[in-house]
Each structure stands twice: as C-alpha cells, then as structure tokens.
C-alpha cells in the first residue's frame, strides 16, 4: 500500500526515531509499504519518519541510478551493490569516514527542491536486515550519500542542515513556502 509522505513542516521529520527489538508482521509490513511508497515516486530512500512513524527503519534502493556510482565492501572484500539491494537498515549505527565529497541531493520530503551537500565520501554500517539478522558493510558513493541523508532522517536531521548558508538563503523562500504549505495542510 502507498503511504502518503510527510513534507517538510510537519514535526514528524524532526523526531528521533525510536529503536525497533523485533521483526513483527506490522514492521514487514510498513517496510513492505515504505518500498512501494519510494518506488512509486521515484526515490532511492525513504526513512520510516518521511511516512509518518519515528522508528529506527529506512529502506534503500539505488540499482536505478547508473551515472552515479556506489561502492560496496564486505568483510574488506569489493562486493556488487545490487548484491544488498533492496536494503533495509533497522537500527543503523554508521561511521562515516573519508574525505568530504559534494554532490547533489534531493529529499522526497521536498519535492522539487535540490542541492550540494557535502559528506564524508564512505561510511561503516551497522544494522539489522528486514529478516532481524545482523549486517555489517562499507559502502560508498552514492550509496554511501544515501545511507548518510537516510541515517539523518531518522535522527531527526534534514538535508537542509547540512546545506551551506549561502546555498540555504537562496533557497529559504522555496522552503519556507513549503512549510507554510504543509503546516495549512495539517490544520484542515
Ligand atoms: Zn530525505
């Protein structure tokens, strides 16, 4: 089932989201219906706050994205990434290393609206797959940037945090505008 997806100025994406102990029907579920939400709008993430739940959860799925390359890396062995796709991270805990790297990104919390931000170019993973099993990897490129805005997500940070002020000025009216928008729409 889609699942109608929280814009910005809803207070939903500013939650931390809360740890999950256990694989339940109802987790199956909403992870089922958080990757049918993104396909059908044509994301390559979604955290579990973007649909209106603040839990530890984001799904990924980056096999779409072919003039962006990602790295994989398990047990310090290359890997193929669609070897791990689609991803599930429940209860991620990441180390991003590296140098910092810039590239544009987009939030399907903020339709239309785009910019470069700057990360750490790879990250250490830590988290639970969709079936409660354990995984590590390290991934990078655009992999490594999805995972990174995504982990944000459920930590109640937004990508325009990490926009640089010159870069969120010149978009503060768009932004603004949006949350406006939202905030009206959840009062009707
Ligand atoms: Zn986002």
Not at 54 to 72: H, K, N, W, Y
Not at 77 to 83: I, L, R
Not at 150 to 153: A, K, R
């Given at each position: 089932m889609e699942l109608p997806i929280a814009f910005y100025g809803n207070p939903i994406l500013?939650?931390?989201?809360?740890?999950?102990?256990?694989?339940?029907?109802?987790?199956?579920?909403l992870i089922e219906d958080m990757f049918e939400t993104m396909y059908e709008a044509s994301g390559i993430g979604l955290a579990a706050q973007q649909?209106?739940?603040?839990?530890?959860?984001?799904?990924?799925?980056?096999?779409?994205?072919?003039?962006?390359?990602?790295?994989?890396?398990?047990d310090g062995?290359?890997?193929?990434?669609?070897?791990i796709m689609p991803l599930v991270l429940i209860n991620p805990e990441i180390q991003p290393e590296g140098n910092p790297s810039t590239g544009p990104e987009g939030c399907l919390s903020f339709p239309e609206l785009y910019a470069d931000i700057?990360?750490?170019?790879?990250?250490?993973?830590k988290a639970m797959n969709a079936r409660g099993e354990p995984m590590e990897f390290k991934a990078g490129g655009l992999l490594s940037r999805a995972i990174q805005h995504?982990?944000?997500?459920l930590n109640g940070i937004l990508f325009i945090d990490r926009m640089t002020a010159g870069v969120k000025d010149e978009l503060r009216p768009r932004i603004e505008k949006l949350q406006e928008e939202t905030k009206a729409a959840l009062e009707e």
């Open positions: 500013r939650r931390k989201g809360a740890r999950i102990d256990k694989i339940t029907p109802e987790v199956s579920r649909v209106g739940r603040a839990l530890q959860l984001t799904v990924i799925d980056v096999r779409d994205i072919t003039d962006r390359p990602s790295r994989l890396e398990i062995q290359a890997a193929h990434v669609d070897s700057t990360r750490p170019e790879s990250v250490q993973v995504e982990v944000d997500h």
